[in-house]
């Protein structure tokens, strides 16, 4: 029989790992969604979730392939908050050449899906509540 301080954890019930009020919190909608939602027999129609025919599978190994050829392990290293220098380069030039637009790299931000961008973009685009007031 094993000693209760060397139980392994999938030994222990659920019960056992969370408090009583975990019981109260509801299943998550979306969550229930995706497990039909990822069966390759159904075609679904929600946002984020598009046809995996479509990828571009190939591009993107190829464009991987470049990457971590031109930067080995740094390809997959954390950048500071701005985003990686080198693709606001190429974004500023391809505004440049593009569309005749010159923006300075520095004024660009890299947002890949990520909490802390929202932070940073959304009281950009929103008023403050006390401005809303004034109006």
């Known amino acids: 029989m094993k000693d209760s301080?060397?139980?392994?954890?999938?030994?222990?019930?659920?019960?056992?790992?969370?408090?009583?009020?975990?019981?109260?919190?509801?299943?998550?909608f979306i969550r229930e969604i995706l497990k039909v939602a990822i069966s390759p027999e159904i075609i679904s129609f929600a946002g984020g979730l598009p046809n995996r025919t479509l990828f571009p599978v190939e591009e993107l190994k190829q464009s991987a392939i470049k990457v971590f050829d031109r930067m080995?392990?740094?390809?997959?290293?954390?950048?500071n908050s701005e985003g990686f220098l080198p693709l606001r380069q190429h974004i500023s030039?391809?505004?440049?050449?593009?569309?005749?637009?010159?923006v300075d790299p520095e004024n660009i931000l890299e947002f890949i899906k990520h909490h802390d961008d929202l932070f940073i973009l959304?009281?950009?685009?929103?008023?403050?509540?006390q401005d809303i007031l004034k109006r």
């Open 122 to 129: 959304f009281p950009q685009l929103f008023y403050e509540v």
């Open 72 to 79: 080995g392990r740094d390809a997959l290293q954390y950048s």
């Open 5 to 28: 301080m060397t139980q392994s954890f999938s030994d222990l019930q659920t019960e056992q790992m969370f408090s009583d009020r975990m019981a109260d919190v509801p299943r998550s």
């Open 93 to 102: 030039n391809y505004y440049l050449s593009k569309h005749q637009l010159k």
